[in-house]
């Protein structure tokens, strides 16, 4: 059976992003001033799982043939919608 590992999650308390995910043996095998160092100015949560990014963003290259215009296009205002109102019936 496989062991569980577990996880530092390190976050940045002013922007509040997270700036790196160590796992706890990496953690445990620096020396004391690395830790300091690394820590000073964040906060740390223990995490059970690091998640991987599931999507892939790939660029492709592709030739302009016609020129590109960057002007304003009309926007035609939407017609307003009316909504019907009930009357309301007096319970007994």
Same mark, same amino acid.
């Given at each position: ?46 995490? @059970?799982?690091?998640? !991987? +990014?599931?999507?892939? &963003?790939?660029?492709? =290259? *592709? $030739?302009?043939?016609? @020129?590109?215009?960057? !002007? +304003?296009?009309?926007? &035609?205002?939407?017609? =307003? *919608? $009316? ?10």
């Amino acid at each position: 059976m496989a062991t569980k590992q577990t996880f530092v999650q390190i976050v940045n308390k002013k922007t509040g992003q997270i700036e790196k995910i160590i796992s706890m043996d990496d953690l445990n095998s620096m020396t004391l001033e690395d830790k300091i160092s690394i820590v000073r100015g964040k906060q740390l949560f223990q995490i @059970a799982y690091e998640i !991987e +990014p599931v999507i892939k &963003v790939e660029m492709k =290259k *592709k $030739t302009v043939v016609e @020129a590109i215009s960057y !002007e +304003p296009e009309e926007v &035609v205002p939407e017609p =307003k *919608k $009316t909504t019907k109102t009930r009357k309301s019936t007096p319970k007994k």
